[in-house]
T-cell receptor
Framework: LAKTTQPISMDSYEGQEVNITCSHNNIATNDYITWYQQFPSQGPRFIIQGYKTKVTNEVASLFIPADRKSSTLSLPRVSLSDTAVYYCLVGDRSSASKIIFGSGTRLSIRP | DTEVTQTPKHLVMGMTNKKSLKCEQHMGHRAMYWYKQKAKKPPELMFVYSYEKLSINESVPSRFSPECPNSSLLNLHLHALQPEDSALYLC?????????????FGSGTRLTVV
């Protein structure tokens, strides 16, 4: 299973762009990269998923370099409500499989 | 319906009690999961069901017994738990061959064992 490494915590201010990088050096060919957001006492919420290059949705962008050994979640113009834990996961989506959460990044947004 | 519903939201049980956690989804997902999450830690995978059959058991103690009675329901039966089993128990579901939408998680059951 591909292990992921993320910064333990990050701080930023409202209105800034926040980039959270995840390392996954032993990612397999079939693995996809998925990011989740979790608020206290709630279940994780899917943010974005990608395989290579760039993916963008209404919430975030995901940048994946050609070697796929890392990925960067980009949150544009954050607000206080973006304060949460962000998890990077790597896994094979061809079947219901072992998706293992890494330690996550605790993002704190200040006014 | 795009939600995973977990009941109860909170549960306090004694070490000799038997209780069950319930999870329900109506998104047509055929994979369902149980995770356990301790405070300030990431969720830990416990069980995976695929097409209503147990496909992964992450060496969970037998005092936790999962059950998938149909494609919409997932139960976790609890018996003779220990105080260290107190945690947030999360249910999730997904398509077996996952698409671009990942897993959908419920809000969890906060379990306290006394």
């Amino acid at each position: 299973l591909a292990k992921t490494t993320q910064p333990i915590s990050m701080d930023s201010y409202e209105g800034q762009e926040v980039n959270i990088t995840c390392s996954h050096n032993n990612i397999a060919t079939n693995d996809y990269i998925t990011w989740y957001q979790q608020f206290p006492s709630q279940g994780p919420r899917f943010i974005i998923q990608g395989y290579k290059t760039k993916v963008t949705n209404e919430v975030a962008s995901l940048f994946i370099p050609a070697d796929r050994k890392s990925s960067t979640l980009s949150l544009p113009r954050v607000s206080l409500s973006d304060t949460a834990v962000y998890y990077c996961l790597v896994g094979d989506r061809s079947s219901a499989s072992k998706i293992i959460f890494g330690s996550g990044t605790r993002l704190s947004i200040r006014p | 319906d795009t939600e995973v519903t977990q009941t109860p939201k909170h549960l306090v049980m004694g070490m000799t009690n038997k209780k069950s956690l319930k999870c329900e989804q109506h998104m047509g997902h055929r994979a369902m999961y149980w995770y356990k999450q301790k405070a300030k830690k990431p969720p830990e995978l416990m069980f995976v069901y695929s097409y209503e059959k147990l496909s992964i058991n992450e060496s969970v103690p037998s005092r936790f017994s999962p059950e998938c009675p149909n494609s919409s329901l997932l139960n976790l039966h609890l018996h003779a738990l220990q105080p260290e089993d107190s945690a947030l128990y999360l249910c999730a579901s997904s398509h077996v061959q996952e698409n671009n939408y990942g897993y959908t998680f419920g809000s969890g059951t906060r379990l306290t064992v006394v």
